[in-house]
Structures are given as C-alpha cells and as structure tokens.
C-alpha cells in the first residue's frame, strides 16, 4: 500500500468500525487468559539505518532490538484507524489491537533489486507458544521470513511452514496474498496491484533468538505493515506448614519467580493462608520457582520446582506448592557461592548418612542448603555437584568427617570457581550487528558452542574451558570482512574479541527531461575498481549495489539532440557504513542549435574605368553611396525579400523533422526494459 491515501481514510474507519461490532470470542473461565499487543519505543536514525525496540507486553517476554534498512520514512501509526478487529483471525484469538501501535517499514529502495531487511534480536529466546505477528498489506510486494532458534539454528522452511495460521483483509476488501511454503515468502497478489489490507498471520512454537523479515517491492511505491501480540497466565501456588506444632509462618517464607534465561524477576510471600500469586507471565516452560524459609523451619521435598504456564489457568504445571515445618535436630547447613562470595542458586548438594543412605537438596536463592532431622553420629559426608560454567574452587567437592551430636552442624559451605568467559562485539559500518550468529570452536577438539550477538551486537560465551579457540561470525547478508579469529582461553576472562564487519554501499537516482523519465540511458558509476554502466529503467531510474568504500562519480552521456542541465558527473563517496547514495539526479534539456545567419550577397555593379585610371565603387548599403541597387530599387544589404522567405520556411521544416525523430527516438527506447531502480 503506498502511503499517501488520503481519499481511502474514512473507508478505513468505517470499516474499522464495522468490524468492531464483529462477534468477540471470549475464552472460557478455565482459559482466562490476558493478551497483549506489542508497544514500541520511538524510531531513531536516518533513511537506511533506523533502530527501536519491540515490547511485547506479556511480563517475562523478551524485549526485541529491532533494526532496519528500510527506506526513509519509517514509522509508527497509532492503530487507531488501522487496526485488527475481532472480525479478523488474529483479532478473534487476541483481541483487537486497536489503539496499539505498529511498524511500518518500506524497502531499502524503491526497485525490485533492492529489497529491505528488518531483524528482531531478543533479549533472550522467546517463549515458544502464545504469541504471533502479522504482515499487513502485502500486495503489490512481499515478505520473507527468517529466523534462528534458541540454539542459534537456521529455522528450517518447512517449520517456519508450520507458524502460518492463513490470511486475511483487515479492510474488509477481496485481496489476499498467498504464502509460499519453499519460500518461506508471503506473496501479495499476481498482478501486483496496489490494494488495502491483505494480510497474513504466524504463531512461532519453537523459541527463538531473532526473527528476520526481508521485504521486497514488486511494483509502485509500497510499505508493509507489522503486529506483535503476546499471552498471559497466571503462575501461583500454595505453602503449607506440615509441623505437627504448626510453629512455621507460612506467610513469612520468600517464593521467587526465575526466568528461563536465569533472571530472579519477582518475589512475594504468601498470605496467612500460605496462598501466594506471581501475577500473569509469558505463557511458556521454563519458569523456575525457588521457596526460602524462614529461620527455624525447613523445606520438605524440594527448594525448587520448574513450572509451564501453556496450558489451562490453574492446572498443576502452571503451579509450583511447597511444604515447610518446623526444624528437627540435628540440622547440617551451609551455602554454594563463587569465588567473589555471590551465591549459586541451583547447585545440587548430596548428604550421605553414616549408613550410606543418601538424599539431596538444591541451594536456594540466596545460595543456602540444609539437611535437618539427622540422627546422632559420626561419620556424614557432603558432596557438591558442579554446575556447567563453574570448577571447583578451594576445598573441592566433598566434606568429610561430618559428626553429629546435640548441636546443629552449620557453616559446611563450598565455593565455585567461575570459567572464563569469551565476550566480543560484532559490528557493520561501526554499528552493532544484533542476530548474528557466532560460533566457538577449541582448537584441540571438543564440540562447538554457538552464541546469537544481541541488538547491540555483543555476544558471550559463558564458562569456557581452558585452551586455544577458534571464533567464527556467520555474517548477514550484504556484509563482509574478517570472520574467523583466534583466542587463548586461561583463568582470567578473555574480551574485546570483536569483528569489524564491513557493507557494501549504492547509488541511485533519475535520469528525466520536460516529460519525465526517459529509459534506456546508460549511467557509468566510477570509482574503486573498473567502471560500471548501468541503465535507465522505464521511470528513468537507476540503482548500482554492492559498491564498496571510496570515491565514486556518476556520469551520463545525453543522447544526440539533448544537453545535460548542469553537471553530467556527480560525485558521491561510500563509508565502510554502506551508505545508499540516494538523489544523483540528472534533466535533460533539448539542444539548442542557433540558426543559420544568411551570407549577405550583393550583385556588383558595372565599372566604368575613368581615364584618370580611378575605379567608381558600387553603391553603399550604409547610405553613403547613391543607395540604389543595379535594379533600380533601395539595397537593404541582403538578399532579395522573397529568397529569405524561402530560407525560413527550409528552417522551420527541419527543426520540425528533427523534433520527431527526436520523440520517436524517445519512445523507442523506452519500450526497452532495462535493469537497475529508481533512486
């Protein structure tokens, strides 16, 4: 859809409206869900580098860097006339996204060679339900859809396949594209028309990493359009006290929420009645409940338990219920932190009894374990089991010699030690490069890691093992440079493994004349290597890519009749940024060719030779002789009257002649398609 459409906004809201009144699809009570369309923070940068970022509203998912080469001018309408309304698939499952802003995005410039590329980077991996996003007005153009998964994996066509739920109009009209499968390509219609409101819509259901749409036009000047919306489910549960005295305040125990990526995001403590909510999150696995009890209770059963929030409200995986009681003696306690004394959450600790009885339990969030309700005797053993990205620290694994008597044993604490971390940034034209995918591999051998650089670029591999590696960046598409380095991996952590990548720039413009643009002019761009000639297209544009930093001019040649208004060369310069040179614009003008200036001609007069020797002159045209011509009329010191008439008349039909061969010429060439874009 071209985005001057004046005369089409009281359709849009009518039909917004009529679609409002559309029949709302509540979930049932055992459903209850809270949906959310995505809000945006505002768009910064310039035609071809702009950047924001996508919040979807659902607590717990992840905010996406987004960056794109679209075309100035990218923006964000408010969705208060464009809207999906409950008449719409996406607005049935969701609700309407009315009053909820979107993007919307151009190509990077406007010919079918030159298409944009938008990638999302998330935070972290997204949930892998509950959320999807829609393309909107793709009709004279179309969109293909990238990602990679939360392993940095390519996602694959055929499982990209399996996200599009179908299309649809959200103005109300005929037109729909079609999806490509192989393609992985949402298609707007075959003749490439230029309508209103053909849509189609994705629910992802693996977690992703970054999510890419590659935008191409295939006619006019057209834009697209993009929603997210994300889901929301409660996560809860119970604390109970199951001391025979009830001496545990239920209500003074600690619940904390942890991400899936790790993060501690909330905590709460449960009312009197050991009830406690963690409010509505992103619907996905991974969400980890860890409890803390009080001084002098103890925690039955395990200190953590995982939780999935995908299914119904309130069914036992979205719930995490715990049982505390008072402390039986004789208690053994201590805590897991790393070297600089930051507690580890999560480590598994295993106490053998002195009849090698085991049992275990996890360190809680503040780093602490505790056994209790251990008989009198010598002889317990503690063994600490290490988590990935940790080594042992001073005093190792296990603690021996453990003798239980009438006190409680405490302060049998451990300490990790944290690998070395490998961290960098990836960077086009000076600018992070988020999404990218970095891959470490050790020099000696040993599985490859594989990291996704964030929206700033900066990628990190955590809990590196000792030894040379190799670091590899798959670079996206356009962009070139070094790729590969190398590393020694010690004690200490190992930065500033960075990559400077580098974009190739372009240049476009017009080549026109008092009717508009005229096809088929060779444009030659000089510069960095040999020089390259690229032709006018049937609008008179012209678009050369993959230029890479320099100096550059562009120069046209006018053809036979015609004179370049102004400069026929044009200077430019590409940057390592990749600029696109946009407005090298030349006006033809036709020739102007003086007309010809008759040679005056006089018919002499016969001489009389004197018999002093001396000769009579002919009269003078100035008026300084008898001013009579040899046919007895005034001389005016041209030709006679009725040759000039002819002389003009032989003029005037030239010109004539030359002005159609001129036009027809014209016409000609513009019936030839030629490659390149308009600027």
């Known amino acids: 859809m071209t985005t001057s459409r004046c005369s089409r906004s009281v359709l849009g809201v009518v039909v917004a409206a009529l679609l409002l009144v559309g029949p709302l699809v509540a979930p049932t009570p055992s459903e209850a869900v809270t949906n959310r369309w995505a809000s945006w923070t505002p768009v910064t940068g310039s035609s071809n580098d702009y950047a924001l970022r996508m919040l979807q509203r659902a607590p717990g998912f992840p905010a996406a860097v987004v960056a794109t080469d679209s075309r100035s001018n990218v923006q964000l309408p408010s969705g208060a006339t464009s809207f999906l309304g409950p008449g719409t698939p996406p607005g049935a499952a969701y609700g309407t996204s009315q009053g909820s802003p979107y993007l919307s995005l151009r190509p990077k410039a406007d010919n079918a060679t030159s298409p944009s590329t938008t990638t999302y980077t998330f935070d972290h991996p997204t949930p892998d339900t509950g959320w999807a996003f829609v393309l909107g007005d793709v009709d004279a ?45 949402l298609v707007g219609n075959p003749t490439a028309a230029d309508t209103d409101g053909a849509s189609g819509w994705f629910e992802p259901d693996v977690r992703l990493r970054s999510l890419t749409f590659v935008f191409t036009r295939r006619a006019g000047f057209p834009v697209y359009q993009t929603w997210f919306v994300s889901r929301a489910r409660p996560i809860g549960g119970t604390v109970d006290d199951v001391s025979v005295s009830g001496a545990c305040a239920v209500q003074d125990t600690v619940v904390t929420l942890v991400s899936p990526w790790g993060e501690a995001l909330t905590a709460v403590s449960p009312d009197a009645t050991g009830a406690y909510d963690l409010g509505e999150l992103a619907t996905q696995a991974g969400w980890t409940v860890r409890l803390t009890a009080p001084p002098g209770c103890a925690i039955v059963g395990p200190a953590a338990l995982p939780v999935d929030n995908r299914g119904e ?133 040993g599985p490859s890691r594989i990291a996704v650089t964030l929206g700033d670029g900066s990628y990190a591999f955590a809990g590196v093992a000792a030894g040379d590696v190799t670091i590899t960046v798959d670079p996206p598409a356009g962009y070139g440079g070094d790729t590969t380095r190398e590393a020694t991996v010690g004690a200490a952590d190992v930065g500033d493994q960075d990559f400077a990548l580098t974009r190739a720039g372009a240049v476009s413009g017009a080549v026109t004349d008092e009717n508009g643009g005229v096809e088929g002019i060779p444009v030659v761009i000089d510069g960095p290597g040999p020089p390259a000639t690229t032709v006018t297209d049937a609008a008179g544009g012209y678009y050369t890519g ?134």
């Open 141 to 185: 153009d179309q969109v293909e859809v990238r990602a990679l998964d939360a392993s940095g994996a390519t996602v694959s066509a055929a499982e990209i396949g399996t996200w599009f739920r179908g299309t649809f109009n959200y103005a109300g009209g005929a037109d729909l594209p079609t999806w490509d499968a192989a393609g992985s390509t």
């Open 313 to 445: 409200d309130g069914a036992p995986a979205s719930r995490a219920d715990f049982e505390v009681r008072q402390v039986v003696p004789q208690p053994i306690s201590g805590t897991v932190a790393d070297a600089a004394g930051r507690p580890v959450a999560g480590v598994t600790i295993t106490l053998v009894r002195p009849d090698a009885t085991t049992t275990e339990r996890t360190t809680g969030s503040d780093g602490g374990y505790l056994f209790d309700d251990n008989p009198v005797a010598d002889g317990y053993s503690l063994t600490m089991t290490v988590p990935d990205g940790y080594a042992p620290g001073p005093g190792g694994t296990v603690i021996t010699g453990i003798d239980v008597d009438t006190t409680a044993v405490v302060d049998q604490d451990f300490v990790l030690r944290t690998l070395p971390a490998v961290t960098g940034r990836v960077t086009g034209g000076g600018s992070g490069l988020g999404g990218v995918r970095v891959t470490l591999t050790p020099v000696g051998g």
């Open 546 to 679: 993959d230029l890479v930093a320099g100096a550059y001019t562009a120069s046209v040649t006018p053809p036979d009749g015609f004179d370049v208004d102004g400069s026929a060369s044009l200077p430019f310069a590409i940057t390592a940024a990749g600029e696109i040179r946009g407005g090298r614009d030349f006006q033809l003008v036709q020739e102007v060719t003086p007309s010809p200036t008759p040679t005056p001609t006089s018919t002499p007069s016969p001489t009389t030779e004197p018999s002093d020797g001396t000769t009579t002159s002919p009269p003078s045209s100035d008026g300084s002789g008898s001013g009579v011509g040899p046919d007895g009329l005034p001389d005016t010191g041209g030709p006679p009257g009725f040759l000039l008439g002819v002389g003009v008349l032989l003029v005037a039909s030239g010109v004539a002649l030359l002005s159609a061969g001129r036009s027809r010429r014209r016409r000609a060439g513009r019936r030839t398609t030629a490659p390149g874009g308009t600027g």
